[in-house]
């Protein structure tokens, strides 16, 4: 867990993220993912930013093509920006959560 984690700076080569890379950044508030990254592994961001009181927020650019199961499972509070109008076939059915389904703006 990284819990006092507030922000990152992915870089630009960044193709993968593992996972349970970001789980528990419960401070995390905001992220913008690279054009390039094609993968996002199961529970990467499980439970981010659930201790701000910032907005919280994630933008996923039109170049993933694989996620994972539950990779926003309980962040409550998270707006999840994607940039295609509706969910690659790559991406697994349940990849927002189960429990707690965090808000998806399609084609931001």
């Known amino acids: 867990g990284c819990t006092k984690l507030e922000s990152v700076t992915l870089p630009s080569t960044l193709k993968a993220i593992g996972a349970n ?10 992220v913008i993912l690279p054009d390039g990254l094609t993968t996002i592994e199961q529970c990467a961001f ?8 910032k ?7 039109a170049s993933v093509t694989s996620m994972g199961n539950k990779v926003f499972e309980y962040c409550y509070d998270l ?3 994607v940039s295609v109008s509706e969910r ?6 349940n990849w927002n959560g189960s429990d707690y389904p965090c808000t998806v703006v399609w084609g931001a």
């Open 88 to 93: 690659p076939s790559g991406w697994r059915k």
């Open 55 to 61: 907005p919280d927020m994630i933008a996923i650019p």
């Open 21 to 30: 890379a970001f789980a528990d950044c419960y401070m995390l508030s905001g």
């Open 46 to 53: 499980f439970q981010m930013g659930a201790n701000t009181s």
């Open 79 to 81: 707006t999840v920006y």
